[in-house]
């Protein structure tokens, strides 16, 4: 099933509560594109947000937040105080945490992205620069998306659990921001070399349905695309209810090179090494503990109870 959030809105009315709708823009204050660093006679991508919306009659107040948990308390802030829309200005790790407090109600979340891979912008057809960003931000409908949800922490794209995992607890902050998608691939070659000999068995329940694999990567998707161009989830959709499941199973080297090139064009599921499920419900239980992520942040490792909170945030993409 295709992902269905990339049908053309940009032409319909806007739909806000007011004529001039109130948004909180939230922001990691201590991201390069975003941070203190802007503040010293340079105009911030911040303010030109600002008058970007401005043009819009859109009244635009910002939060730069110290932490996680901050952004996760002030979208839920703005939400209890009636704000028309709180918006991501960031990554997926940002989007993750301003959705965490968003769930459950019905302030629309948005998303203005300045990350290094953008992966659910690039899902949803969300333009990379600020100014067609913004214009997609007020000309798009108000729509309901599902969200995964692990141990109560929520994800939006996917949860990784193994290789992937591994390589984000090896990405040094400093690297990423200097070396952008370069420090995920100098941290996948270390990763690889590190833990080249953990081949971990895991016990998988879908739904009631359980399987053994031996793997390396597993990841459950809420979308399709992954990172760069590879559909690692191809058939999932963020509106069906459901969580999609692929097991990247132990194999030879011929084995593992025709999963990095099925995974490459979206054709990896059929494969003998691969596995795919679909479920509401999803335990991961392992031999030993294993390394989780979530949109890219890491969490607490194996085992995982990963469930689906169908149409769990409203958002405008």
Not at 40 to 51: A, F, H, W
Not at 108 to 125: D, F, I
Not at 169 to 182: C, I, R, W
Not at 278 to 301: F, M, N, S, Y
Request: net charge negative; hydrophobic share 40%.
């Amino acid at each position: 099933m295709s992902l269905d959030l990339t049908e053309e809105v940009r032409l319909q009315p806007l739909e806000y509560r007011t004529d001039h709708p109130r948004v909180l823009l939230l922001a990691n204050r201590h991201s390069g594109r975003c941070g203190a660093r802007w503040r010293q006679g340079k105009v911030s991508p911040l303010e030109r947000i600002r008058t970007f919306l401005a043009g819009w009659n859109v009244q635009c107040e910002v939060h730069q937040s110290a932490s996680p948990e901050e952004a996760t308390l002030a979208a839920r802030q703005a939400a209890l105080e009636g704000y028309d829309a709180v918006v991501a200005t960031g990554g997926d790790g940002t989007l993750r945490t301003v959705a965490q407090g968003l769930v459950g109600t019905r302030t629309p979340l948005g998303l203005l992205p300045m990350g290094t891979e953008n992966v659910l912008a690039r899902s949803v057809g969300i333009p990379l620069d600020l100014e067609g960003a913004c214009r997609h931000l007020v000309r798009s409908p108000v729509r309901q998306m599902d969200v995964g949800c692990v141990a109560g922490q929520h994800f939006l794209c996917f949860a990784g659990i193994g290789f992937d995992a591994q390589v984000v607890e090896e990405v040094d902050p400093q690297a990423k921001e200097a070396l952008g998608s370069m420090a995920y691939v100098a941290a996948a070659l270390g990763a690889a070399w590190k833990h080249r000999d953990l081949v971990p068995r895991a016990r998988l329940t879908v739904d009631g349905r359980t399987f053994e694999h031996e793997f390396w990567l597993i990841l459950v998707g809420n979308i399709p695309l992954y990172g760069g161009q590879l559909r690692l989830t191809p058939r999932a959709c963020p509106r069906d209810g459901l969580l999609d499941v692929c097991v990247f199973e132990r194999a030879d080297a011929l084995g593992t090179l025709r999963q990095w090139m099925g995974a490459a064009v979206g054709a990896h599921a059929e494969l003998p090494e691969v596995a795919y499920y679909l479920g509401r419900e999803i335990l991961i239980e392992t031999d030993a503990p294993v390394a989780v992520q979530l949109d890219g942040d890491p969490a607490p490792p194996t085992p995982a109870r990963i469930q689906v909170v169908p149409h769990g945030v409203d958002v405008r993409f």
